[in-house]
């Protein structure tokens, strides 16, 4: 898998299979509380219009995210055929920091 170099925009996003680093805010999410994956969500960036969005999967048990939460984010670039779907996916050992909460 390659690694692209820099923060990668999510509107950028091919399902390339490469390790991205993103900077997004989470729009929703569903704690799946169950199986792999762990956690689905929307993510949004200033790449995008206002309400794209591009899909997220957590298969990693430690990592939850929040809406109205902005992140770092270390993921692959997925592209997922069932759903004719371009996911972040993120990993076990996934890179994740929190920045700011847009709620407050």
């Known amino acids: ?7 990668a925009d999510l509107a950028d996003l091919s399902g390339s299979g490469d390790n991205v680093l993103v900077n997004a805010q989470v729009t929703c999410e569903q704690d799946l509380n169950s199986h792999r994956p762990y956690q689905k969500g929307l993510l949004w960036d200033k790449s995008m ?9 957590v298969y990693d048990p430690d990592v939850r995210l929040e ?3 902005v992140y770092i984010l270390n993921g692959k ?10 996911q972040l996916m ?8 929190e920045l700011y909460d847009t709620n407050s």
């Open 1 to 7: 898998m390659a690694q692209k170099q820099g923060l």
């Open 49 to 57: 219009n206002y309400g794209d969005i591009r899909a997220f999967v």
């Open 67 to 69: 809406p109205g939460k």
């Open 77 to 86: 670039d997925h592209y997922y055929d069932p759903r004719d779907e371009v």
């Open 90 to 97: 993120l990993h076990d050992g996934a890179y994740v920091k």
